[in-house]
């Protein structure tokens, strides 16, 4: 028997090993790829198996909610903000591919999207699908806000966070409501005591640990990553809408407990001038808004707003608060056009402006200017006949969302040290004899204006 050669023998194992590894990939490529879907590999830029793994989660995703006919849209705002960088790019080929993962292979624990209430509610068929995708998944209930009320404190828990959790990456699906003042409302995660901390890193979820108002947002279907996903249209206005949408509940259950002690007035003077300042404060607030400037709650009517959850019906005026920095010109047209005839204007631009209108009968609005020091907050008041000067201090503070007289509106965030400022440690107390030169808590003397200016700073008509 002839001696095989040992290099030949090494040839062929060799050339067969080859064979076989093609084999393998060319198997791989046309075949499991098109029974277990695309591929991730096809799409140029992926880092590591990790960027793979969160594109083929939020693929799955969305797929689940496809099949279950669920609309859903993208507020994470890491991605947001990456798309916004491309957003005419993305808008002009909506369905061209991308040469790269760009967006859904970013780093991070969490993608989040929005689910509407109003727009699904069979939900144990989604689960069940999830699961059998391999999907874990955890249901966050709470209160609902929207049937509480001065009669009744409700225990009703709607659904307001779902997770789904696959492999590495998670998906946070956030859950919006429709509120009576005509705006979307998530509220905050809390977890119960049975439920699993370590789920997943809730601290660093982007919604939920607060609650959020928001306005509806006009929707853009694009593809991203070849994923077609709907967005806000104007990412860039989400995500500042976002940075700003911190909400608090009216206080129902202390209000409740204050007419307990001071009863409500239900007289039919009362409630009349309640219906006007409600339609004063809807008018006002329209528009301000109309003309970009940020206002809040103030002096009496924040106090309504956090004591009693309604106006005060003995103050007999709403008033608003605007920072300085946000005066426009065309504040006092504008009203003057809403049909709110101007009835004084106290101060100038630079020092303690403040002005009022005449609303129906003798219901005024007042809008207080405030100006911002190194360590505080203040506003100016003007006595008429005395040319005198007053100032009104109060700890630096934020704005919040709130709801009042369904109307969505902005509060002090740290309202309660906002009140107190103005009517001291005893301000849950009902006060109807009020001085506003004497009585608040932080009122100052701030001299004089000179009389060759009172033509200009003193003007009432």
Not at 82 to 105: A, H, N, T
Not at 145 to 159: F, H, K, N, T
Not at 310 to 326: A, Q, R, T
């Amino acid at each position: 028997m002839q001696k095989i050669n040992k290099n030949v023998v090494l040839a062929l194992l060799s050339l067969t090993s080859l064979v076989f590894l093609l084999f393998q990939l060319y198997y791989y490529k046309f075949y499991l790829s098109q029974k277990n879907g695309a591929v991730f590999s096809k799409v140029r830029g992926s880092q590591s198996g990790q960027d793979s793994t969160r594109w083929h989660v939020v693929r799955k995703f969305l797929g689940l909610i496809s099949s279950h006919n669920i609309p859903v849209y993208l507020i994470d705002p890491l991605i947001l903000g990456l798309v916004d960088k491309d957003i005419e790019q993305i808008r002009s080929s909506p369905d061209g591919p991308s040469p790269e993962c760009k967006y859904f292979c970013a780093p991070r624990d969490f993608t989040t999207f929005a689910l509407l209430d109003k727009t699904w509610k069979h939900e144990v068929g989604l689960f069940r699908t999830a699961e059998k995708m391999g999907f874990q998944w955890l249901k966050i209930l709470n209160k609902d806000p929207r049937l509480d009320g001065m009669d009744d404190l409700s225990g009703i828990e709607i659904p307001l966070h779902y997770i789904f959790k696959l492999a590495s990456h998670a998906i946070h699906l956030v859950v919006f409501y429709e509120r009576s003042g005509n705006y979307l409302w998530h509220g905050p995660l809390r977890l119960k005591q049975h439920m699993d901390r370590k789920f997943v890193p809730f601290r660093k979820l982007h919604f939920g640990r607060y609650p959020g108002a928001y306005e509806k947002p006009e929707l853009l279907l694009v593809s991203i990553d070849d994923l077609k996903v709907q967005i806000p249209k104007n990412p860039s206005s989400f995500l500042e809408e976002m940075s700003h949408s911190r909400f608090l509940e009216c206080r129902y259950r202390e209000a409740r407990a204050f007419f307990q002690l001071y009863p409500d007035d239900a007289s039919v003077d009362a409630v009349e001038f309640r219906k006007k300042a409600k339609s004063l404060l809807h008018l006002a607030a329209l528009t301000l808004n109309n003309l970009g400037v940020k206002f809040w709650l103030s002096s009496g009517t924040c106090l309504g707003w956090y004591r009693q959850c309604n106006v005060i019906p003995h103050s007999k005026d709403v008033d608003l608060g605007v920072f300085i920095k946000d005066y426009k010109a065309d504040i006092i047209p504008a009203f003057q056009k809403a049909g709110l005839p101007l009835k004084h204007k106290f101060g100038k631009v630079e020092d303690s402006l403040e002005l009022s209108f005449q609303g129906e009968d003798d219901v005024k609005l007042d809008i207080f200017f405030f100006y911002e020091e190194d360590d505080h907050i203040w506003n100016g008041g003007t006595q008429a006949k005395s040319g005198k000067k007053f100032k009104y201090l109060f700890p630096k503070f934020t704005l919040c969302w709130t709801e009042f007289v369904e109307l969505k509106v902005h509060v002090p965030c740290e309202t309660r040290q906002y009140v107190e400022a103005n009517y001291g440690p005893d301000w849950k107390v009902p006060v109807k004899t009020w001085d506003w030169k004497s009585s608040p808590s932080n009122v100052q003397y701030n001299g004089v204006w000179p009389v060759n200016e009172w033509d200009d700073v003193i003007q009432i008509y």
